[in-house]
């Protein structure tokens, strides 16, 4: 049952990330596409841990946990590289 589960969330997680592409590539603007780097990062750690748990080992969650961090500061840094010209004052 929970291979089943595996395999659905998989599909779900897949799919958002393909469409998650698709807003990046056609965005109508820079915020747009900022949203859909951060939701693809998003669904690059469901997709990890969706791997730990497939394979059953932890290590994947730890590399989650670290990916999940560098999307965050990413994310906050590239909308203030945006919203204000600079990302250190």
């Known amino acids: 049952m929970i291979d089943l ?3 659905i969330a998989f599909g779900a997680v897949a799919l958002s ?14 915020g747009d596409r900022i949203l859909a780097l951060d939701t693809m990062v998003i669904n690059a750690i469901a997709i990890i841990v969706l791997v730990g748990m497939n394979w059953g080992t932890q290590v ?30």
């Open 17 to 30: 990330q393909i469409l998650a592409f698709v807003r990046l590539l056609k965005g109508p603007n820079v």
């Open 5 to 7: 589960a595996l395999h």
């Open 60 to 89: 994947y969650y730890e590399s989650a946990l670290i990916f999940a961090m560098l999307g965050f500061v990413s994310t906050v840094a590239l909308a203030r590289y945006v919203l204000r010209g600079d990302i250190i004052e």
